[in-house]
């Protein structure tokens, strides 16, 4: 099983490649900042000539040039508000998406009916399928695309994806859901080509709440013009806080990445018994899935805590999210192998070693094993 997901993992930058994207940020931030102005914190309301705060229209500008965007827009609602605000810029209720023939995020699922838009599946690892929908949903009005692994099975690259759509209908903008892969993987949808990403700063160790949207700046001004109040603004104080906080999000991921690697190296050469096997995947963030050769995962979930596990995600890699995370496999993988439920762990150390992982999983094993009358 683990060689058959080996090509649907994304790849992550290198701690060097991670460094560099640091060091992009920062110089974008010196350009744009001078005289210690970056010590100030940052205004509330709307800017007379912004109509937005002026240190969230200045972080803006930062972003949009660390991603080589044409233009950004800070808004509520974290990765979901953004893929809402962009998408109502671009469709109307009854319109088509072309969308991947997979399990959708629960709350992706809930913005397309919310906004009462029509789906047109269509498998993104099958290139010719894809031509075949460009031409057969001509009255498409967005591409919508996931960065993240929506099953395990998925395989496309979005670079090449995002090429093959702007080949044949270069007029179909592009919408890419970067949450889980921004500053992880080694670009973005906008960076490949995408006419849009959007994702979630809480995600990149920001505050709570706050979306971003890369793209086109004609309809980056129009999330500006409409978004006409002081109380639906990222305040000035809380960009700069979202900036200073997705410095450090790089590289730690970068480290993270290594653990995650060597964490499903080691529980495979058996480290830990009771473990069929272990393998890598892009569910959301990158993670170790685990499965057991008994049916006891919701019995180590519960028995992790003890040991010094987070057994549920506060937001993805969150700032609060340093313990290791021992939880059940993601809802859109249950629904393409719903026998994970109980032999399936989805294992992400977050800020912790691979060493830490292993010693709780371990005891949490051993206990689950001991309650469960199974023995190893």
Known sequence: MAK???????????????????????????????????????????????HRPLMTA?????????????????????????????LSML???????????APMYETTKETFRIMGLRKHEVNFNDKNAVLKAL????????????????????????????????????DLPVVVDDNYCAMKMKGIGVEYGADFSA?????LLGPEGIGIILGRKH???????????????????????????????PVMFAIQNEQVDELCDRLNRGEIDGIKEAYITNSQSKNVIVELKEPIAQKIIQTAAKFGAATYPVGAESRYELIPMIYRVSGSFLESRPELRDYGLRINPMKASASTVIRILKNALQEASRTDGTCF
């Open 4 to 50: 058959k997901y080996e090509q649907s993992v994304l790849q992550n930058m290198t701690l060097e490649e991670a460094k560099l994207l640091q060091f992009r940020l920062i110089d974008e931030i010196t350009k744009e900042f001078s005289n210690n102005e970056f010590f100030q914190l940052g205004d509330v309301g709307l800017h007379p000539e912004y």
């Open 58 to 86: 200045r972080m803006e500008k930062v972003l949009a040039r660390t991603f080589h965007a044409e233009a950004c827009a800070l808004v509520r609602g974290s990765g979901t508000g953004a893929i809402r605000t962009v």
């Open 91 to 101: 469709v109307r209720p009854g319109d088509i998406c072309i969308v991947h023939d």
């Open 135 to 170: 031409e057969q949903a001509a009255e498409a009005k967005v591409f919508y695309v996931q960065h993240a692994r929506q099953q395990p099975v998925d395989t496309y690259d979005l670079k090449e994806l995002i090429a093959v759509v702007k080949e044949r209908r270069p």
């Open 199 to 203: 994702f979630s700063g809480f995600k």
């Open 219 to 249: 309809i980056i001004e129009k999330i500006h013009e409409r978004n006409y109040s002081g109380g639906g603004q990222v305040q000035g104080f809380e960009a700069h806080e979202l900036i200073r906080s997705m410095v450090f999000a």
